[in-house]
């Protein structure tokens, strides 16, 4: 079956402008994570989904940062007013459940703000 | 912030020879798990090993986990051209906490 796809693979966009980043988790998981990873660095944790609802949002920098998962399973990631150092590849990661059990991964997005 | 840390930063080492890394971390843990990474992309999972584990074998792959220290250590045995990659421990507190990474280990298995 498909894995966890992300759209776009790769986004530039300029000081202040707004993205959004799409993540398709495997079918059937509840459970849906975004992770930040900055060159050379591990991923780090954003926010998690379980379903519909953002079960923990500890990770999100700030306030410029908010995400979605509408019918608990597509989720978008949104940046209002893009500074230079959201620059990073932003990773989704789905599981079954919320179990902390093994999480599978998508391609990312890299995101570039010149 | 991130918990663990790989040990070495960076490791090459000849085709067949065995690669070891190493992780610590610093809080009590739940599940302890490898991941691999290949140019800068998506993470594949490798093993996980439960905190009432001391060891757990996947093909080629070794994983140790001592609680009292901390630690784990990822072996990989006989190792190939194709294992080139990062590799990160992941821990996780239980009761839905999250992921949390180290900074990872670059191996370079050379042919």
């Known amino acids: 079956g498909a894995g966890v796809s992300q759209t776009p693979s790769n986004k530039v966009t300029e000081k202040g402008k707004y993205v959004e980043l799409r993540c398709d988790p495997i079918?059937?998981?509840?459970?849906l994570y975004w992770y930040r990873q900055s060159l050379g660095q591990g991923p780090e944790f954003l926010i998690y989904f379980q379903g519909t609802g953002a079960a923990d949002d500890s990770g999100l920098p700030n306030d410029r940062f908010f995400a979605v998962r509408p019918e608990g399973s597509v989720s978008t990631l949104k940046i209002q007013r893009t500074e230079r150092g959201d620059s990073a590849v932003y990773l989704c990661?789905?599981?079954?459940?919320?179990?902390?059990?093994?999480?599978?991964f998508g391609p990312g997005t890299r995101l570039l703000v010149l | 912030s991130q918990q663990g840390e790989e040990d070495p930063q960076a490791l090459s080492i000849q085709e067949g020879e065995n690669a070891t890394m190493n992780c610590s971390y610093k809080t009590s843990i739940n599940n302890l798990q490898w991941y691999r990474q290949n140019s800068g992309r998506g993470l594949v999972h490798l093993i996980l090993?439960?905190?009432?584990?001391r060891e757990k074998h996947s093909g080629r792959l070794r994983v140790t986990l001592d609680t009292s220290k901390k630690s784990s250590s990822l072996l990989i045995t006989a190792s190939r051209a194709a294992d080139t990659a990062s590799y990160f421990c992941a821990t996780d507190a239980g009761g839905n906490t999250p992921l949390v990474f180290g900074k990872g280990t670059r191996l370079s298995v050379i042919a």
């Open positions: 090993i439960r905190s009432n584990e």
């Open positions: 079918s059937g998981h509840t459970a």
């Open positions: 990661a789905s599981s079954q459940a919320a179990t902390q059990e093994t999480q599978y």
